[in-house]
């Protein structure tokens, strides 16, 4: 029996049923044969993916490099077909409170950074390579404190990053690595007070999530399923509930220049190797 | 910091923000200013917290506008110093907000959920659907959405255009036990006398549990475009809570147990509590039983041997008054719309007598109590007197029964038959 075209999806938060469900119904109303398979990890998605088990996954951007490495040790190719208009062009930030001496990212070596999982591109990655282009290495130029929450969910879960801020408000840190969306988020639900922190280095603009799908894939039928998620409509009420629940207002199609800063922390910290092995010790699977 | 609509010497509608930044609420205050404007639309936005530029990059990804950051130099007035409107010191421009076509979809096919006042043409509508579930009457209601299931969500079946009125007046008459009552008052008479009273409380505190607990299990019935209607029987509920308070409190004075709860008081309730149509349980404990209570409580205001309970028999009745106006008032209403429910009221009254015939009726005890309350002492006289008093009292139920019988538009022979089958137990 032809299957109809089968997302990989990871449960990182129950919501994500809602919205896979939703999203299935919305599809079914277009005419177009849509299910969803949920991964309680992005390497199981991944290994799932290369094993042809969906035909398109939900990628974080982690998710991305290691699909695209282990497509290319495979001979293949892994496409970025579309993503969110929130997820482009974002940056993080290293944040110290706003009394602090930190005037300049020198004077953190020897001090303590607190960061978000293991695995989160935007709270411990992206930040920490940012960090060690501008010479200061983690582990040796400063002291790296973890919040590794969800690990295997690559960072989606925003528990280590409120930890990390939580961490650097109660003085056990000197500094925390956040999404800059978080710095407001945080602001707003109160775990930052106002004027409470500043920025002491920001990270280039980078991409999130991705749709990617491999080469295998039918691609007039992958172009159909594009075709509609871009024609989901803020202003259509039983589509809206949906994109607010995934954080979006309307999605575009997809680019891979944005990942280029990711691929070169996760080589530069040793979270992948170029096939897409993982490198980084104790990491559960 | 205000917002500056028309405002920029280059005609572009601009907000200062002053040392504010999107972590202490300055979003509140681009809002304001990207309100008037439509998709497409810049807003200049001047301040001179250190991050703003940074955060409004953010906020604008977020909720779907565009950014564009003023390259140093460029800005509108550059570093100008003066403010939108000229004259006022200002902050230079930081950027440009360019309103996204999202922010208000919200607002796109949204609703009127009627009119707020209930006195205005087409403010309450037949059929609420059910998507407007929650939502204020009088609300912009964004369509889609849960659909909360509220059983009683036609106007026909649960209005009455004497809602407002009656709840207002039921807020204006709250009263506190503990200070609209003197709970010091003294009691005088003989112990046989005080016996009486308490089996009159403790029958008056079953039949207002029955008046409690029916209104309430309909209160979450309702749809809330209906509010007036809601509020009225939630200020119903919450009488009923105080009356069983008094009483209970009432019977308890001298330190004597409460009395007996019989077996047909409590079955002649039951059928209240298991009638599941609104009207009909409304009819049946309103028109019928509330009705009478509201006789019972004015001969306790004017019998009862001790002032306390005629305090307490004058307050409670004032609220049943209300509550059965409340239930006639609906009940006239619907039958205007629907004559047949009057068919429906007549079997309903036939099935509880049938479904009563059985039982032995009102409390042999109560009867005989109510006898010696009225009568104030245990002599023949006085019981001669107080036997009266309650001949009496049954007359007046039986006259108040059909009189609003009237009202719903009951014959004379047909009000005479019905009000001749209400349950013996009174409620």
Known sequence: MHRPFTLGAVAYDPKVVTIWEGFADWFAGHGFAFDYVLYSSYEAQAEAHLAGHVDVTWDSPLAWVRTRRLAAAAGREARAVAMRDTDQDLTSVVLVRADSDLTDVAQLAGRTVACGAVDSPQATLLPLAHLAGLGLDPGSGFQVKRFDVMVTKHGDHVGGERDAVKALLAGEADAACVIDGNRLAFAREGTIPPDGVRVLTQTAPYDHCTMTVLDDVDMSVTDRFVELLLSMSFDDPAVRPLLELEGLREWRAGRTEGYRQLEAAVDRLRFYGPDGSILVEGYPR | MTTAPPAGRSGVAAVELGPLGLDGGAHVLVKLGLAGLGAGDRLAVRGHHPELAAHLAIWCRQQGHRWHPARAGTGDEPGSGSGPEGGVPGDPIVGLVERGAAASARWQGAERAGHPDPARAHAVVAAPPAHWGLAARGAAVEPGGPEPAFRLARRDEVWTDRAAGLYAQAAAGQWDPATAIDWSLPIGHSPEVEAAVVQVMTFLVEN?????????????????????????????????????????????????????????????????????????????????????????????????????????????????????????????????????LRGRLTRAAEARHRALQATAGLNEDVFDALVLLAAGEASPTAIASGWRHVQALQAEMADGRRARLARLGFGTDEAEAIAALHTRNFM
């Open chain 2, 208 to 340: 207002e549990e029955a008046a409690l607990v029916v209104p309430a299990r309909f209160l979450g019935q309702v749809h809330p475009h209906f509010r007036e209607m809601q509020q009225a029987l939630a200020v119903t509920v919450a009488d009923e809570a105080r009356h069983i308070e008094v009483f209970t409190r009432r019977a308890s004075m001298a330190g004597r147990p409460l009395a007996l709860s019989t077996v047909g008081g409590r079955a002649s309730l039951q059928t209240l509590l298991d009638e599941p149509d609104f009207s009909t349980a409304s009819f049946l404990l309103s028109v019928m039983g509330e009705g009478t209570f509201v006789s019972l409580l004015s001969f306790l205001e004017r019998h009862a041997p001790d002032p306390l309970t005629r305090r307490i028999a004058h307050l409670t009745r004032n609220d049943e008054a209300r509550h059965v106006a409340l239930s006639l008032a609906h009940l006239e209403q619907h039958v205007t719309a629907d004559p047949a």
